[in-house]
């Protein structure tokens, strides 16, 4: 029984196959107006309507999977651009400060600089935000048991994110940059010229950096950083590494005496999930600049004026 339906199958097969090379050669040999070329005719006159009709009636489909599969694929894009965008960034400031002589001084001096080499740092996750606006903080789940210290710079991979202001044996409050109480030493990458990064009144989510001099050359889109330097008219100032990016310069105030230029902080700060804490150790740099600073601006040695020209600059001070 297998066996035939096997030799029937082999057969009708056979036949189709016969039939179909007749069928082509009649097709190709006979005149286009031939009897095979009108039922072909016909049958795409009755077809035609029905496959354009369902072409129509699919577009919308195939045009929602196709958005899909673009969305997923520019996602799947968007970490890996970012992490290229970090680290452009890093090499432009890096090279700016090169143009403007930053690394032939330090060879020229010996200085022993103040880097973020001289740092532990510590890897925290975010547990909280502070959901006033004015006075921005956030929680991380690290602390004294781990070396975080008040007044331990914290950064993430975009730029400077603020300083630990209280710390706990298995946690740390944060005041970010945009926080009121929060002043920053920092510099203009590409001239070198320092003032202070204080959150913009009216707009705490921007940054302005104040008290550059009259004569300071500004472009859009310039880098800031942090200057390396602190202002001795606080005791609570951070001992910030120089050269961590802080914001790009979005525009110029120059009404006042000193000129003032509008910053934009780099970091993210509303979506912040990991930060790093730059810790140090008794006895390291940092320690003994912290030190240093500290010692004097309560003897009241630099506690006079204030301002830019008294800062303490962390290059300088301590070997």
């Known amino acids: 029984m297998y066996d035939k339906t096997v030799r029937r199958r082999r057969a009708v097969l056979a036949l189709l196959v016969v039939l179909s ?28 309507p029905i496959q354009d009709g369902a072409n129509k009636a699919l577009k919308p489909v195939r045009d929602l999977f196709g958005w899909f599969g673009d969305t997923l694929h520019a996602k799947s894009q968007v ?3 970012r992490k290229q965008n970090d680290k452009l960034r890093k090499e432009v400031i890096a090279n700016r400060a090169n143009e403007h002589g930053y690394h032939e001084l330090l060879g020229l001096y010996h200085l022993d600089q103040l ?20 006075y921005q ?9 781990s070396g975080v210290q008040k007044n331990d710079p914290v950064i993430n991979s975009e730029g400077l994110v603020g300083k630990v202001v209280q710390a706990v044996p298995d946690g ?3 005041d970010l940059i945009t ?51 602190v ?36 970091a993210n700060l509303h979506n912040l999930d990991v930060v790093q804490v730059l810790t140090y ?18 003897s009241g040695l630099t506690g006079a004026g204030g301002g830019e020209g008294n800062q303490l600059a962390s290059t300088g001070a301590g070997g």
């Open 231 to 266: 202002s001795p008219s606080s005791q609570d100032n951070s001992l910030y590494p120089p050269g961590i990016a802080i914001g790009q310069v979005s525009s110029v105030d120059e009404e006042s005496a000193y000129k003032s230029v509008n910053v934009h902080p780099l």
């Open 79 to 81: 970490g890996e651009l």
């Open 172 to 174: 740390a409050v944060i």
């Open 137 to 145: 903080t956030i929680w991380i789940d690290k602390g004294t048991s």
């Open 115 to 134: 880097t973020l080499n001289n740092y532990r740092p510590v890897t925290a996750t975010v547990v909280g935000k502070s959901p006033n606006i004015w």
């Open 179 to 229: 926080d009121s109480e929060v002043g920053v030493s920092a510099r203009i990458n590409g001239t070198g010229a320092t003032g202070v990064i204080q959150p913009k009144v009216g707009d705490p989510n921007d940054l302005v950096l104040q008290y550059l001099p009259a004569n300071t050359s500004v472009t859009k889109g310039e880098y800031v950083v942090t200057s390396g330097t």
């Open 281 to 298: 150790t008794q006895g390291s740099k940092p320690a003994r600049l912290t030190s240093l600073q500290a010692g004097l601006s309560s």
């Open 21 to 48: 090379l007749i069928l082509l050669t009649a097709y190709f040999g006979e005149a286009t107006n031939g009897g095979l070329h009108s039922v072909q005719r016909g049958f795409l006159t009755v077809v035609s």
